[in-house]
């Protein structure tokens, strides 16, 4: 059975850093593509940074751009968010997701769109505080 497991989150200061991990297990890991969404009270859930299989190629929201990055080891089945100088605004439930890659063109397009992804972890949350 398809199973993602992230830890990672915890309290922090703003202006400081987090890692996120998630670990994937029942299937593939290297074969699928990767993605972080986080979801805040009263909010949609919404994209934050995505990988395409093989780890080259990756896609962040805007608002993440310059300050998260994304990776992943497939040795360790394992996909990573560094967060560093995080803002209130990061705060959140973060989530892990899963997806069939598709061809680069039309992983482009929806690799940050949360309906896309039917495989979801538990989640884990991050709250910044000024």
């Known amino acids: 059975q398809d199973r993602l497991v992230e830890s990672g989150g915890d309290s922090v200061q703003a202006g400081g850093s987090l890692k996120l991990s998630c670990v994937g297990s029942g299937y593939t890991f290297s074969s699928y593509c990767m993605a972080w969404f986080r979801q805040a009270p009263g909010k949609e859930r919404e994209g934050v940074a995505s990988i395409y299989h093989g780890g080259g190629v990756t896609k962040y929201a805007d608002s993440v751009k310059g300050r998260f990055t994304i990776s992943r080891d497939d040795t360790r089945n394992t996909l990573y968010l560094q967060m560093d100088k995080v803002q209130l605004e990061d705060t959140a439930m973060y989530y892990c997701?899963?997806?069939?890659?598709?061809?680069?063109?039309?992983?482009?397009?929806?690799?940050?769109?949360?309906?896309?992804?039917?495989?979801w972890g538990q989640g884990t949350q991050v709250t910044v505080s000024s």
């Open positions: 997701a899963k997806d069939v890659c598709p061809t680069q063109t039309l992983w482009n397009w929806r690799s940050l769109r949360a309906r896309e992804y039917n495989y």
